[in-house]
């Protein structure tokens, strides 16, 4: 089972910029693809951005397509959510999953890290 752990946030001012890492616990994370959800309070779980295996294929939710991507790197098993042009409304817990598919509903991963919290001032 493999484990995810996420770092990186913070404070930050809108327009400013954020870089979220997600780290795997073992070399099974080159097997899964990779997603990115975030969560503000009082609101669902939503899905941010996804990413294959290989990193071949990425696709974003449409609030974030233009100042979000996705990105990972196999041989530090590790996953990245480079976040620009941030906006008070992108202040959420942001959560790394793995998964077999690229979805973008939460049920299709199998394995959630923790959580990191990003926020953006006004």
């Known amino acids: 089972q493999v484990q995810l752990v996420e770092s990186g946030g913070g404070l930050v001012q809108a327009g400013g910029s954020l870089g979220l890492s997600c780290a795997a616990s073992?070399?099974?994370?080159?097997?899964?693809?990779m997603g990115w959800f975030r969560q503000a309070p009082g609101k669902e779980r939503e899905f941010v951005a996804t990413?294959?295996?290989?990193?071949?294929?990425?696709y974003y939710a449409n609030s974030v397509k233009g100042r979000f991507t996705i990105s990972r790197d196999n041989s530090k098993n590790t996953v990245y959510l480079q976040m620009n042009s941030l906006k008070p409304e992108d202040t959420a817990d942001y959560y790394c999953?793995?998964?077999?598919?690229?979805?973008?509903?939460?049920?299709?991963?199998?394995?959630w890290g923790q959580g990191t919290q990003v926020t953006v001032s006004s």
């Open positions: 999953a793995a998964g077999l598919n690229t979805g973008t509903m939460s049920y299709e991963y199998d394995y």
């Open positions: 073992d070399d099974t994370f080159v097997s899964y693809a």
């Open positions: 990413i294959s295996w290989n990193g071949g294929r990425t």
